[in-house]
């Protein structure tokens, strides 16, 4: 008996297992896992806005809370379980970032992974589909590993289309926002230029952040007070733009294509600017003051 041909069209076994938008769904969402880092969760849902692009299915985001931080040596990072380790993401986290992911018409919902069926595991990047970790556009990775996903990176993936909340714009109207974490830090840096335009100035992170980077450079500046990142997302829009080192917050910002000076870390530059407009990074001091003025005056009137 003559053996049947195979569909000319058919994808070979390995390229189906590669193709996102190839894999099949029982529900009419698809259900993502995801187990790592507000940033990352960031840089990944333009993947997921092009997931939807391609099949016209919105997203349950099943987010991990609790895997345990791992960095580099002598890292400090402020997201701790209730037993004091660094981990990726916990519960209060969790709560902060929902309103945001919930807010973008290509998810359905989110929620936290507790054993539901997986449709599209976005974790494939750690362990299993070598994509150069920690090197390399960190929003480039999910599509090195799915690669239909591709995306244009200068195009906003995050959007907010809702009225930006009063108290928001109270704080940050007229003011560039600071945020340095103490983690993918380049150290050669002097901010003392900063002193120049306090009144200008908005710091946006935790308390010790904050207690950090004002008392070392002797700036005496405000504290951004927010209830959830949705609100730090429309503080980011309102705003006249970001300084920031390799942050959750930059990520957010570059979502959203806040204009934005990047503090490019100089051991793990996995934040890569001058994509979109207005996107701009440095290694030295002459890079920070000279990007800083550009966006300073560019801004003046916002």
Known sequence: MKKKSANKHELPPRLKNDLASNTPIVEYFTRVKHSVN???LYAAMGALKKYHDI???KLIVSQVVGT???YYPGAEHPTKNAEGQPVCMNDQMWEMVKPLIESQEYVHSFEKYEGQVIDLDLDVIRGKTNVNLPH??????IPLAYPDLAFDLSNPWIVLNGECPEKIKKQVNGKIILNFTERYRNNLMDYFFLKN????????GTEKEYWLFCNKWQLTIPRLEIDNFLELGYA?????????NQSQIWNLAEAIKTPRILEVCNFAQNCITGVGEHSYGYFYQTGAEYYFRVLYNMTLHK
Request: charged share 20%; net charge positive; glycine share 10%.
């Open 38 to 40: 507000l940033g990352d």
């Open 55 to 57: 099949t016209k299915r």
């Open 68 to 70: 345990i931080a791992a």
């Open 197 to 204: 335009y306090t009144s200008d100035l908005i710091f946006a």
């Open 136 to 141: 390399g556009a960190i929003q480039g990775w």
């Open 236 to 244: 980011l829009k309102e705003s006249r733009f970001l300084l920031s």
